[in-house]
């Protein structure tokens, strides 16, 4: 997959956040770093078809994007939610259950994906029992468990201490080398744009 992002601009008001952004990005991770304000929310909202562009094109594979576009991307938020009731593994297999295949599908594939992220001791733990680290394994895979091509996290860390983040950061990757995905991730921390395939930086503006 190619998503190439030609000429962007993109102003609030009279504050122009992008402008001239172009970027061809394709399937792996890469990461879109720089200082807050620079516009890497802005940029990944875009990307995943949340935000239109005030002028510039998106394309994936070669054609302009459609208004459905973000039904491709599944997002990993900064601070997860989960159903707090349900386990672990019944929130990955929750995220499965958009595709046409059975829900035995889903739940196989939650079984193998949280394996994937370490969850097996916690996959059925309340969601409420879990840490702030194993709950963002957990949105990492229910995001992973759609099988959706593109998968968007806006500073997936930003609320773990330096230990966790290694631990996430290590269980995401090693998923992430099971499943073919473009994967766009917005931070500041270089514990996650080291371990990207590519990096964009954004200077501020
Ligand atoms: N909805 C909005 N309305 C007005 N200004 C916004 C809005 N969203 C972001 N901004 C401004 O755009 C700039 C870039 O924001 P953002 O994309 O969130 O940067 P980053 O994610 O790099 O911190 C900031 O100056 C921010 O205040
Ligand atoms: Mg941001």
Partial sequence: MLIEAINIEHRFGSRAVLSGFSHAFSTGS????????????????ILGGLL????GELRVDGHAVSSKWSDRVAWVPQSPVASMR??????????????????????????????D???????????????????????????????????????????LDAR????VLDCMFTALRNHD????????????????DSVIEMSSQ
């Avoid at 966790?164 to 631990?167: A, E, L, S």
């Fill in 52 to 55: 239109r562009p005030s002028s």
């Fill in 30 to 45: 890469t990461a879109i770093v720089g200082p807050s304000g620079s516009g890497k929310t802005t940029l990944l909202c």
């Fill in 86 to 115: 349900r386990t672990a593994l019944e929130n990955i297999v929750q995220g499965g259950l958009n595709r046409p295949s059975s829900r035995r599908v889903a739940i196989e594939d939650a079984a193998s994906i949280a394996a």
């Fill in 117 to 159: 992220l370490a969850l097996n001791d916690v996959m059925r733990r309340p969601a409420r029992l879990l840490s702030g680290g194993e709950l963002q394994r957990v949105a990492i895979g229910r995001a992973l468990n759609t099988r959706l091509p593109v998968i968007c996290a806006d500073e997936p860390t930003g609320q």
């Fill in 181 to 196: 995905r473009l994967v766009l991730i917005a931070t500041h921390d270089e514990e996650v744009w080291k371990r990207c």
């Fill in 164 to 167: 966790t983040t290694r631990q």
